[in-house]
């Protein structure tokens, strides 16, 4: 049996196994496996030999039984090891073998995995020059908000009161948005324009993301500012009527027939 096993035909036969079988492997598993093959190779690659559980339990990282149990039972059933006697309880060992031409139970032909690899490696080659470009231009995927027209009116209104950082924030105008859906323009702008010009709130309220949020009794605080709110009205400044040039003018008073031809 010593000259029989070999490591790397015991891995390469799991692996290919592995392949054809990933909805059914973990990593719990290959480290199940890879530590039995490492404890049997230091007992100089005995036929039978004890598994001791919480050995096995403290190699791997397993801390539950019912894990532990499973995953042996899996290399079982999938014939990688052979269960020679099962352990008494969680304290004592079992014994086990390892199944040397585990072939028999895998599906996986050794080229499989062969070409799935070469594939990848040329993949890999070829994802270099990508890597090297990453260097210098950032991938970035833009997300395309779709949002009511509204919402940039809202924003105009509020340009005086916000720091820009705010306004020009995907999330607030997400938020303007879906507030739009249960309030009207006027109402968000009254709830919004009172709140900023209140000595408490205007200390207190320095993002517009604050109007979605909630107080301590569960109120969103755009209805608390609309209570409060009552019937102030929303500052309006009238806009200045541009001043025209030549006001008064009419081009039909000039007399065409003292003009001078150009020479």
Known sequence: MKNELNSYQL?????DWCFENPEKISPTHIAMYFFIIEHCNRLGWKEKFGLPTVMVKDAIGIRNFRTY???????????????????KNQYSSNIIAIVKNAKAHTKAPAKALDKAMQKHLQKQSKSIVSIDKQETIEHRTIKQITYNKVVDEILISLKDLFDEKYLTSDKTKVMFNKLLKKYSKDEILKATFWARNDDFWKTNFCSPLKLEKKNK?????????????????????????PELPYEG??????????LKPLR
């Open 11 to 15: 891995s390469r036969t799991f692996f």
């Open 69 to 87: 149990s499973k995953t042996l039972n899996d290399l079982v059933e999938w014939g990688f090891i052979i269960m020679v006697e099962k352990s």
């Open 217 to 241: 009794e569960d109120v969103l605080y755009i209805d608390v500012f609309l209570e409060k709110a009552g019937n102030y009205k929303i500052p309006t400044t009238e806009p200045t009527k």
């Open 249 to 258: 003018f009419n081009p039909l008073s000039i007399d065409l027939s003292k």
